[in-house]
């Protein structure tokens, strides 16, 4: 059943909310809760998220 559930759980972030999204929501969280420096917040959103924009571009292109 957990198993069920988590599957359920994971479908529906997928979904609703990209990767990039969660990646920006889990450095802004540090950052406002756990004292994590400004720099830091810029450079783990801006290497991920570029990363992953550079992943999907090539990914179009060869048509994945």
Do not use: P
């Amino acid at each position: 059943m957990q198993k069920y559930v988590q599957g359920k759980l994971d479908r529906l972030v997928e979904k609703a909310i990209s990767r990039k999204f969660m990646v920006w929501l889990t450095a802004t969280g540090l950052f406002a809760f756990y004292g994590l420096t400004s720099s830091d917040w810029v450079m783990i959103s801006a290497i991920y998220i570029g990363g992953q924009a550079i992943i999907d571009g090539i990914a179009r292109m060869k048509g994945v």
